[in-house]
């Protein structure tokens, strides 16, 4: 299987699991480094993407949390976010990895290094960033 078919396969998992969330969805790449702290992992610095028009013209951060990629995205509306979705899958690529709006945020993760062979990362920051 590819991992462009483990990233959407991930990404509907992720979603189904969304549904009845247990935290009110992040309003900002700051809520969400304070939930990934929370849970502890290590959050590297996350730099503003230039391209954010590539990712629905959100406002993009991007960095490394525990040797995954990650890019953070605030949009201006929940809609917004879910339509940056199918772009998220497309940064991902062929990496192992996410694509999932939660409110008015985007996160796209993508293990590039193959750090995270199990996923157990991935997880960890997806159920992080959906209030679980």
């Not at 969400?32 to 702290?37: G, I, M, Q």
């Not at 290590?42 to 954010?52: E, I, Q, Y």
């Not at 629905?56 to 960095?63: N, W, Y």
């Not at 040797?67 to 690529?93: H, K, M, N, W």
Request: include cysteine; hydrophobic fraction near 40%.
């Amino acid at each position: 299987m590819t991992g462009r078919l483990l990233s959407a396969a991930a990404a509907a998992v992720l979603l189904l699991a969304a549904c009845g969330d247990d935290k009110a969805p992040p309003s900002g790449a700051d809520d969400v480094f304070e939930a990934w702290r929370n849970a502890g992992l290590t959050v590297g610095p996350h730099d503003a993407l230039d391209n954010s028009d590539t990712l629905g013209g959100g406002s993009c951060q991007r960095g490394e949390v525990d040797g995954i990629e990650t890019t953070v995205c605030g949009y201006e509306s929940e809609d917004a976010a879910r339509a940056a979705q199918p772009a998220g899958l497309d940064l991902v690529g062929d990496a192992t990895g996410a694509s999932l709006p939660r409110g008015k945020v985007l996160l796209v993760v993508a293990d590039r290094g193959g750090s995270d062979p199990s996923g157990k990362k991935i997880h960890q920051l997806t159920k992080a960033f959906l209030g679980k």
